[in-house]
């Protein structure tokens, strides 16, 4: 079982933005932190400005936060920035022989287990907040200054 970097990447956009909330941070900057290409960080701007989580300022560059932490959850960006439902996290191999009787049934015994599982994980992601992130983020460093280029 494995969720996409997607979710994890786009938390860390969040944090960024709450904790550099006075300076202006572009997706180079942003992605400097996260390691990766400025573009995938535009894409997941995106989606997250569509979710009505963040403004992106066009032109001179930057992004903000436009929800609260405490109302953005772990889940509420998953379905932002990832497309791949819960439901097949758990994955299921694509062959089993219809000429066997586990074989035909197993799709149907493993569903309901399956179901669960991703339930749980879905209530779990429900519950825990960028709030909680941050102040744990918090917990953890004091940073002072800049992010260092």
């Known amino acids: 079982m494995r969720i996409s970097t997607k979710c994890s990447i786009a938390l860390h956009l969040l944090v960024l933005l709450d904790v550099f ?74 062959n089993p022989s219809m000429k066997c009787p586990v074989g035909r049934n197993i799709g149907g015994l493993l569903e309901k287990p399956y179901s669960m599982i991703a339930d749980s994980i879905r209530e779990t992601m429900s519950k825990y907040t960028l709030k909680q992130i941050i102040n744990d983020y918090h917990a953890l460093n004091q940073i002072e200054g800049k992010i260092q280029e």
């Open 21 to 94: 909330h006075d300076e202006k941070l572009t997706s180079d900057i942003l992605a400097m932190s996260i390691g990766c290409n400025p573009v995938v960080v535009r894409n997941l701007l995106g989606s997250l400005r569509k979710a009505g989580i963040v403004k992106v300022q066009r032109g001179t560059g930057g992004a903000y936060l436009i929800a609260a932490p405490e109302d953005i959850t772990i889940w509420t960006v998953y379905q932002a920035v990832d497309t791949v439902p819960l439901e097949v996290l758990v994955g299921m191999h694509p």
